[in-house]
């Protein structure tokens, strides 16, 4: 059977679907991911092409895994090359859904298996430690010009507690990959990504 690619922008309030040929714009909630089941059942031999979103796409994956419909959940940084390696978008255009789709028909990604729980708990770690940080580097910066003694003491504690948070979140992800020595890889390839977009097992995306 011929495999046909629907590109899925995943945004918080809402889902873009570009399905043979045409644009459909859903709510991203119980009732637009139901919405999105019935759109895709019209076509056989369906596989959705998706982003990693920092989240926002884990409840539609999960249905479309729960449904049995074949997703891959790809790298931003992998679409947005393609874009503008195919001449469809320049370095600031937003990526949609029908990007997704011709990277689906060109590139024909494997699937996205679902995650284990114990991947799960890695891409939460490792995203909040990542936001954690980088509010910690921020904070730091903003205490360099106060001078009043009452607004330093704030701001002090507000970065002890910063670091003390990064370090359980640490001591979490350690334990973590000794438990699951596989995860260790993994965990190395979120880190490289700015604000950890992608959360799903990059080498199976």
């Not at 959940?73 to 990007?99: C, E, M, S, Y």
């Not at 997704?100 to 679902?114: C, H, I, S, V």
Request: hydrophobic share 40%.
């Amino acid at each position: 059977m011929t495999t046909i690619y629907a590109g899925l922008d995943i945004a918080k309030l809402n889902l873009q679907l570009h399905l043979a040929g045409r644009l459909y714009d859903l709510p991203n909630t119980a009732a637009g991911q139901r919405r999105l089941l019935k759109l895709l059942a019209t076509q056989p031999g369906i596989q959705v092409i998706g982003e990693a979103t920092g989240g926002y796409e884990r409840d539609v994956v999960a249905v479309l895994h729960e449904n049995q419909v074949p997703v891959s959940v790809l790298n931003p940084a992998w679409v947005r090359h393609f874009a503008r390696a195919t001449g469809q978008r320049a370095k600031t255009d937003p990526i949609d859904a029908t990007v997704l789709t011709a990277y689906g028909q060109t590139l024909r990604p494997k699937p996205t298996a679902p995650r284990s729980p114990q991947e799960q708990q890695l891409t939460e770690l490792v995203r909040r430690r990542v936001q954690l940080s980088e509010a910690l580097v921020a904070q730091r910066l903003q205490t360099q010009p106060l001078t009043l003694p009452v607004l330093q003491r704030q701001a002090k504690r507000l970065i002890r507690r910063l670091e003390q948070d990064i370090q359980q979140i640490e001591a979490q992800l350690q334990a973590l990959r000794t438990q699951t020595p596989a995860l260790d890889q993994r965990a190395q390839k979120l880190e490289t990504i700015k604000g950890v977009g992608a959360e799903w097992p990059l080498d199976k995306a």
